[in-house]
């Protein structure tokens, strides 16, 4: 299956991105914890070049922890500023704010030394759609100053927020790259709702996140819908799911849009376990 998507409204994002940036001190740039090198888009490394940025792993909650660990060891020693969050629990929303100070720590200095006191903090917050951009807004705020959705596409537009620690936070629309050169990277971004659903041919997009979860995690796949997958395909697996699960047309045929929507659901809300998609190399 191949996919390319890249509306319109990408090509106004990369261009909010490329005016603003002026304006701001430090790229809060979130990337998704079960994906952390396909949700990285290599369009915001060409825009904001030099400009201090912090990496935020969010969906931490939904990836291997263990794994995590590897991560955050694999960037800091690449020299990339990054923390690890959960901004639905608000796990790493502390270390965010001592992290931004110290990245801008100079820069407020040079202010200081001119007579410029009390100058809020400037950031910008960029990623791939669905990262949880508006989630952790919302958290750093503590309010509801930006819409939600569990599908991509939401935020729409330019929006200024002021946030805890003096500190003013740039909320831009999620931006994806004009064409997947890595289907690899395309099928990751799927799996985990980045890209919309409705232009996807689910069943075979479930089917194929099937195939990887068969490798990574059996036992996970196991003990969520009491299947065995030893020695088994994912079409195989796929049907049992189905059985297990009452997604039967009539004449007892599968409903595999049915039993492709409920994979897809419990895997990226987490139900099936915390799992990582992706391991430093």
Do not use: C
């Amino acid at each position: 299956m191949n996919i390319n998507w890249f509306p319109g409204h990408m090509k106004k994002t990369k261009e909010l991105l490329q005016t603003n940036l002026k304006l701001v001190d430090v790229v809060y740039e979130l990337i998704d914890s079960r994906i952390p090198l396909s949700s990285r888009n290599p369009e915001i490394d060409k825009i904001i070049m030099n400009k201090p940025r912090i990496v935020i792993m969010n969906k931490s909650d939904l990836s291997d922890p263990i794994i995590n660990k590897e991560w955050i060891k694999y960037f800091k020693e690449k020299g990339i500023n990054t923390i690890l969050i959960d901004s639905i629990k608000k796990k790493g929303i502390s270390e965010l704010t001592k992290e931004t100070e110290l990245v801008v720590k100079e820069k407020k200095e040079r202010q200081l030394n001119r007579g410029i006191k009390n100058r809020p903090i400037r950031a910008m917050i960029v990623g791939v759609p669905n990262v949880g951009k508006s989630t952790l807004i919302n958290t750093l705020s503590r309010k509801k100053s930006a819409k939600t959705g569990d599908r991509p596409g939401v935020t729409k537009g330019k929006q200024w927020i002021k946030l805890k620690g003096n500190i003013e936070l740039l909320d831009t629309p999620g931006i994806l790259w004009p064409k997947f050169e890595d289907q690899e990277i395309a099928k990751k971004l799927a799996f985990t709702g980045a890209i919309k659903d409705e232009i996807m041919d689910i069943e075979t997009l479930a089917l194929k996140l099937l195939e990887k979860l068969i490798v990574l995690a059996p036992f996970k796949l196991e003990k969520r819908y009491n299947i065995e997958t030893e020695n088994k395909t994912a079409l195989e697996v796929m049907d049992e799911i189905a059985l297990k699960r009452g997604a039967i047309l009539k004449q007892s045929e599968i409903d595999y849009s049915r039993v492709a929507n409920i994979i897809l659901d419990e895997f990226r809300d987490g139900t099936i376990g915390n799992i990582s998609l992706e391991i430093p190399s």
